[in-house]
């Protein structure tokens, strides 16, 4: 036979006799203390780990400290330590937590908010998937908002909209904040292709900024982009009727309407600054390039062997150089639409190329190179 009892909580529980009795006898000998429950004398002390498995788990934790509760309990087990069905993965693993505690160690990364002193110390770049645009054709576009913001004054130095993620468009963005803002000392991106390649080092290098690309799975090192991100799309793609938009240009003007906005705004965290006002307080900071290193240095670079007849294909499409390139290796820098191309001389000096014109070679004349013997 067992009693009801009806907790506060409203739940019923059953109890024997018998536990009634030892309740009473309890707190007639201790008093009212007797009748908390005492937890358990072995807690926190693996039962199922004898002392030599655990000197093996805190060797390993101790000399590989980034290695897994899974890698150990896959080492213990092939070496013999542990026999299958003896001890879980979740039992080491709880050992393992156990000694973080102990030993003041934790895996976990440190991911500390930061802020840089001054501006164009960092411009973090990142790009964000936009509104479906309906094109008068009558064809639906995916649309990509590229933006660089920096890290001091949360000023957005450049965005643009675009129907392609890569990194052509992505230099378009830094040429034009590049010009009107100056350089960054460090450019911030993820590992995605549109950043981490050839051509982005290159151009970093030339302009006199480095790139620090962040570690995968750590969003916070470019938080700020992704809130502004964030706030953009409550902010603006909400309030958005892409209906009355039939083109890039047009969508182009209503965000860097909206850009110019927030530019302006006083920003909670720049204490009662608008990011605009927070970056124009350091105008020494603000390095500028001259328009030629601007359109020197804003060029795509490749390498290309020439023919023995002074001829290059790039893209399918053949140019030809100077005879006195013939067979060599060389360096051709080029505007993202062709329209300029430059064989990089060794002093530096950039010099223009030209289409292949068959018909138009026919009839240069050349300089003949006669053998003679003798006198004659």
């Keep these: 036979m067992h009693l009801c009892v009806i907790h506060p909580d409203g739940s019923i529980k059953h109890y024997a006799p018998a536990t009634f009795e030892r309740w009473y006898r309890n707190y007639k000998n201790s008093g009212f203390d007797s009748l908390i429950p005492s937890g358990r004398e072995d807690q926190g002390i693996p039962r199922k780990l004898d002392y030599e498995l655990q000197e093996q788990i805190k060797y390993l934790k101790t000399n590989y400290p980034h290695m897994s509760a899974s890698a150990i309990y896959r080492q213990l087990h ?70 660089l913001i920096d890290d001091a004054s949360r000023f957005i130095v ?15 963005v830094i040429k034009s904040a590049v010009a009107k803002y ?39 090192q470019k938080a700020k982009i992704e809130r502004w991100f964030r706030t953009m ?64 240095d804003f060029l795509l670079e490749i390498e290309r062997r020439v023919s023995s007849d002074s001829v290059i294909v790039i893209d399918q499409i053949e140019y030809e150089v100077d005879c006195r390139f013939a067979k060599q290796r060389i360096k051709l820098r080029y505007s993202p639409d062709f329209e300029d191309i430059f064989i990089m001389e060794s002093d530096g000096t950039l010099t223009p190329i030209r289409l292949l014109n068959k018909t138009e070679n026919a009839f240069i004349k050349r300089e003949k190179i006669h053998l003679c013997r003798g006198e004659e």
């Excluded at 003041?104 to 998937?129: A, F, L």
């Design 233 to 296: 799309k409550d902010q603006w793609m909400s309030s958005l009727d892409i209906r009355d938009f039939h083109s890039l240009d047009e969508l182009r003007g209503n965000l860097l309407a909206y850009v110019q906005k927030y530019n302006q705004s006083v920003h909670s965290s720049l204490k009662g600054l608008s990011p605009q006002d927070r970056f124009f307080s350091e105008p020494d900071h603000i390095r500028c390039l001259s328009d030629e290193e601007i359109e020197k």
């Design 78 to 147: 092939e070496n013999g330590s542990i026999k299958k069905g003896d001890v879980s993965e979740s039992t080491v693993n709880r050992y393992i937590n156990l000694l973080a505690l102990k030993l003041k160690t934790t895996s976990n990364q440190d991911m500390r908010r930061y802020e840089r002193p001054h501006i164009n110390e960092v411009w973090c770049g990142d790009s964000s998937v936009g509104p479906y645009l309906k094109t008068p054709d009558g064809k639906k576009h995916k649309v990509y908002i590229i933006a």
């Design 182 to 220: 100056g350089r960054p000392k460090i450019f911030n991106f993820d590992n995605g292709s549109s950043y981490k390649n050839k051509q982005m080092e290159l151009l970093a290098a030339r302009i006199g900024s480095v790139i620090h690309y962040d570690q995968p799975y750590t969003p916070t």
């Design 158 to 172: 450049g965005i643009d909209v675009f129907f392609n993620d890569n990194f052509v468009n992505l230099m378009s």
